[in-house]
């Protein structure tokens, strides 16, 4: 069993930055593709930024290419997801997300894990 923990959303206005956490548990958080995704209100839940274990290759959303990076440090069992340039259409529950095996992916149905997610609203 894997537990994840987000942290660091919050409200922010447009134009502006946040950096979100997630803490995972467990031994084998290096081996692990680690994802964030996020749900608007009356939305389906999307993928926004994806890290790979091993190698670290990241892939992103178009949506948020260019403003987002997702980064990841083993040591501490923590992926990040650092949003610069927000905009209102980025107010969301943002969720962790772990891949225990396959490798990285972009689709919900490939993760195994997931936080309760943090919200973030963007204000104009």
């Known amino acids: 069993q894997v537990q994840l923990v987000e942290s660091g959303g919050g409200p922010v206005h447009a134009g502006g930055s946040l950096r979100l956490s997630c803490v995972a548990s467990?031994?084998?958080?290096?081996?692990?593709?680690m994802a964030w995704f996020r749900q608007a209100p009356g939305k389906e839940r999307e993928f926004v930024a994806v890290?790979?274990?091993?190698?670290?290759?990241?892939y992103y959303a178009d949506s948020v290419k260019g403003r987002f990076t997702i980064s990841r440090t083993n040591a501490k069992n923590t992926v990040y997801l650092q949003m610069n340039s927000l905009k209102p259409e980025d107010t969301a529950v943002y969720y962790c997300?772990?891949?225990?095996?396959?490798?990285?992916?972009?689709?919900?149905?490939?993760?195994?894990?997931w936080g309760q997610g943090t919200q973030v609203t963007v204000s104009s």
């Open positions: 997300a772990a891949r225990i095996f396959g490798g990285w992916a972009t689709r919900l149905s490939d993760y195994h894990y």
């Open positions: 467990g031994r084998s958080f290096s081996s692990y593709a």
């Open positions: 890290v790979n274990s091993g190698d670290g290759s990241t």
